[in-house]
Nanobody, 120 residues
Framework: QVQLVESGGGLVQAGGSLRLSCAAS????????MGWYRHAPGKQRELVAR???????NYAASVKGRFTISRDNVKNTVYLQMNSLKSEDTGVYYC??????????????WGQGTQVTVSS
């Protein structure tokens, strides 16, 4: 059983910064992409940022230039540095990891979600 443990969420003022961390632990498996999703009130869950095992990244247009995703492959940990936060960044942020076992995809794993609230 794989667990994704998140930390770093909280309440910040607009223009401030937060750094989210998510560490995968438990059963041994290979991971490719890891990422962050968010679910804002009244909106669909959306991909915020994603990073492959090789370090290739992509971002939602709304966060590009403000957020930076990174990872530590040894620790199976993904980070999301969030700068210049806006009120519209408010939401529940979920960590994701795509698992593989001997080359076969075994499905996504999800964190429990961490609340990020940006006050204006």
């Amino acid at each position: 059983q794989v667990q994704l443990v998140e930390s770093g969420g909280g309440l910040v003022q607009a223009g401030g910064s937060l750094r989210l961390s998510c560490a995968a632990s438990g059963s041994i498996f290979s991971i490719d992409a890891m990422g962050w999703y968010r679910h804002a009130p009244g909106k669909q869950r959306e991909l915020v940022a994603r990073i492959t095992s090789g370090g290739s990244t992509n971002y939602a247009a709304s966060v590009k230039g403000r957020f930076t995703i990174s990872r530590d492959n040894v620790k199976n940990t993904v980070y999301l540095q969030m700068n210049s936060l806006k009120s519209e960044d408010t939401g529940v942020y979920y960590c994701n990891a795509d698992g593989y076992y001997r080359g076969s995809y075994i499905g996504p794993y999800w964190g429990q979600g961490t609340q990020v609230t940006v006050s204006s």
